[in-house]
């Protein structure tokens, strides 16, 4: 089975603090994905990699930047947290052309 | 643009009543389409998903969808629904074998014991 976590189930912040949310997946795949999930607005894209060291910006890219260093492991930077980046992010990863998996989601909250 | 539309965003029903969730997409090239379904405080998972041949394809759970090219639709359908259907459910899309598959905003079904 196929397996994505991530490092958070819930967490909470401040206004201007730096937030890393992680991901790793065990399939060796070479897509991995960042999603916010906001009610009656869908999964939206922030940023995708399709290879180590190798990004892509999604829909809304503005406020975030990512990391890949290594194949597994995605990261997720809010450079400096704002209100209206509290939502439910969720980390997918696949092969290309393949439908995707998903991790169980980080619940940010920006107070 | 690419898009993915999903035609009701909350859907309320009593058990053993039927389903269909309507899922529209807008391009006219090769499209691999998908259901995604998340229960309550779960992760997404993939119901079903159509890659070519038959247009009536089968999922987990007694979920189908049909592929209606001409229609640029992809219905997802059950026959009797139960509560533990109770989820949200998202169509989803890869154009031309792209690496971004694109989410429709999703449908809440509420299911009535």
């Known amino acids: 089975d196929v397996k994505v976590t991530q490092s958070s189930r819930y967490l909470v912040k401040r206004t201007g603090e730096k937030v890393f949310l992680e991901c790793v997946q065990d399939m060796d795949h070479e897509n991995m994905f960042w999603y916010r999930q906001d009610p009656g607005l869908g999964l939206r894209l922030i940023y995708f990699?399709?290879?180590?060291?190798?990004?892509e910006k999604g829909d809304i890219p503005e406020g975030y930047s990512v990391s890949r260093e290594k194949k597994e492991r995605f990261s997720l930077i809010l450079e400096s947290a704002s209100t209206n980046q509290t939502s439910m992010y969720l980390c997918?990863?696949?092969?290309?052309?393949?439908?995707?998996?998903f991790g169980d989601g980080t619940r940010l909250s920006i107070l | 643009a690419q898009s993915v539309s999903q035609h009701n965003h909350h859907v309320i029903l009593s058990e053993a009543a039927s389903l269909e969730l309507g899922c529209n997409y807008s391009?006219?090239?090769?499209?691999?389409l998908f259901w995604y379904v998340q229960y309550p405080g779960q992760h997404l998972q993939l119901l079903l998903k159509?890659?070519?041949?038959?247009?009536l394809v089968k999922g987990i759970k007694g979920f189908e969808a049909e592929f209606i090219k001409s229609k640029f639709s992809f219905n997802l359908r059950k026959p009797s629904v139960q509560w533990s259907d109770t989820a949200e459910y998202f169509c989803a899309a890869l154009m031309n074998r792209d690496d971004k598959i694109i989410f429709g905003k999703g449908t809440r079904l509420h299911i009535l014991p």
């Open positions: 159509y890659f070519s041949g038959d247009p």
């Open positions: 391009y006219g090239g090769t499209v691999n």
């Open positions: 997918g990863e696949g092969l290309r052309g393949q439908p995707q998996h």
């Open positions: 990699s399709y290879d180590v060291k190798m990004k």
